[in-house]
C-alpha cells in the first residue's frame, strides 16, 4: 500500500455550470500523454462522486508529489466565460466534498488536504506560498484553510 501524506484537491479548470465527466477528463489526459485520467476521485456538479484511478495507483495529478498522494478534482473553477478562475462549486459539491475528503482524512489520519496551489514553489523562500507564486490558481478557492478542520 502507498503512503499517501497529501490529499490534494483540484478544479478542472472548466466554465461554471458546464457538466464534464470522468470520460472527458481521461480524454484530455490521455491527449497530453498520460495513461490514463490522473485523479483518483472527480465530484460532478450533482454532487455524486465517481472515481477516476485506484487509489493504489500513483495518479498524475501535481508534478513532484503524485507518489505519496490522493487527487480529488470537482468540475468547474472558471467563470462561465471560461476566463477567470472562480470558486464555482456547487452546494451539492460543496457538500460531496466535504463527505470524500472527511472520509480520506480517516482513511489516511496523517495526510494534510491542500490545493493544487499550495503545492507551487515557495519562491521567495519565506515559508509561506502566496498568491503571486502560484503555478495555477487551482482549485480557485483556498482548500487548506477550509478543510482544516476534517
Avoid at 502507498?2 to 461554471?16: G, N, Y
Avoid at 484530455?28 to 490514463?36: I, N, P
Avoid at 457538500?95 to 491542500?114: D, F, G, H, M, S
Amino acid at each position: 500500500m502507498r503512503k499517501i501524506d497529501l490529499i490534494v484537491v483540484h478544479c478542472s479548470a472548466t466554465p461554471e455550470g458546464k457538466a464534464y465527466t470522468v470520460e472527458d477528463i481521461d480524454r484530455w489526459h490521455r491527449a497530453r500523454g498520460f495513461k490514463k485520467i490522473g485523479y483518483h476521485y472527480v465530484v460532478y456538479l450533482d454532487g455524486t462522486i465517481h472515481t477516476g484511478r485506484p487509489e493504489n495507483e500513483i495518479g498524475a495529478h501535481v508534478k513532484g508529489y503524485n507518489s505519496n498522494s490522493i487527487g480529488v478534482c470537482y468540475i468547474g473553477g472558471l467563470t462561465a466565460d471560461g476566463k477567470q478562475a472562480k470558486d464555482t462549486r456547487t452546494p451539492k459539491q460543496k457538500e460531496a466534498l466535504n463527505k470524500l475528503l472527511r472520509t480520506l482524512a480517516q482513511k489516511y489520519p496523517n495526510a494534510k488536504i491542500v490545493g493544487h496551489r499550495d503545492l507551487s514553489p515557495d519562491l521567495n523562500h519565506d515559508g509561506k506560498i502566496e498568491k503571486w507564486e502560484w503555478l495555477k490558481e487551482c482549485p480557485s478557492f483556498d482548500a487548506k484553510t477550509e478543510y482544516a478542520r476534517l
